[in-house]
């Protein structure tokens, strides 16, 4: 977190890669908030929400709006002025409750007409942000999704953050060979634009003073050994280690002990919770990839090996490969520095195993 706010504070690029659920969006959220204190003037678009140029232009309009451009103007109705200009002139509406503007572009536009509306918009941060002692940054969460939005995008983006030195952006995003592709190969745009910044799971030893004391806050008492256990099972991944330990909690009685009893009913809860998310992305697997995640979720190690795929009953290499390929790009499967794998979902091994 320091680090991430010293290089907003610098107007240095940033780009933070980890899988799903690492705890990316928490992390530049509280720098967020600590950096607005500190009077630096923050916008956030999550991508997710955007899948057309016209959702983009419409969250981008209402972050630059909201965080930038009312911070600065004196008067509400002066901020709006250069949104009025742009070349697709939005809606602009008020919530009467929470005093919050929305954009609206409507639907289908030329492509001359909301690609010169985003690179406006795109512009505006720098533009009424650019007063000396003013600092402005931009958060991009879910970065990995902007191709999908339009390929030409990246391009359009990086031409005009390039003019834009004094404003600091943040990239967030998962699926890491989206990510890797857009910020590691150097025929695109964003190519050595950013520092990388990757997470990864929370260490063991901090994790377990962290559980401890927030069992025995409230009357609820864990024993080492369970909590060893839990982070063995989740081996740190933020989310799994939250939701496991949430059960572990709920299935311990006030003034009571969590004993490996507990995690085990605790872990059965969770199973019964993910159910319909392993339903789906194991219905979404090819043959090949099931009978790969089967012996994974038993034995982790080398599929491509002649000794593991008679052990598993496994095809040929080259199925094996292209299978694995897809596991790997849908993070189900993960690929260990030493080139083994891994099935890297939480409890999806345990899943499987109970088919
Ligand atoms: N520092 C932390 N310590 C403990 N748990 C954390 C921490 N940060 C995040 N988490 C847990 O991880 C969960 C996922 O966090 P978050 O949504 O920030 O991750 P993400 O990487 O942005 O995920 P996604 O890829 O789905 O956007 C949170 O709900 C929280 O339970
Ligand atoms: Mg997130």
Redo the contacts with the bound molecule.
Sequence with gaps: MQELKFDVLNGQDVVVF??????????V?RAMQQLLAEGVLVAYVNL?TTPTKEKLAEKLAAAVYESIASPLARAKERALTPFRGLRISPTITVDPEQGAYSFSFGVDHSPPDIDATLERLLELPAELGGAPGNRVALIL??FQEIEMIDPALPKLMRTIFEQQPEVARVY?G?RRHLMERLFNDENEPFWRSAKKVE?GV?APEL?RG?IVRHFRRTRKTVEGNVVDELLERTMGH??A???LCYFLWEQTPFDGTATTAELALALAAVLRSEHAHFQLRWDAASAVQKLILEALAREPGRPMTNAYRTRHALPPVSAIQAALRALVERELVVKEPDGSYRISEPFLDRWVQAL
């Design positions: 980890a899988p799903r659920r690492y705890g990316k969006s928490s992390l959220w997710m969460d879910e967030l998962s997470l929370i994790f962290f933020p989310y280690t939250q939701e």
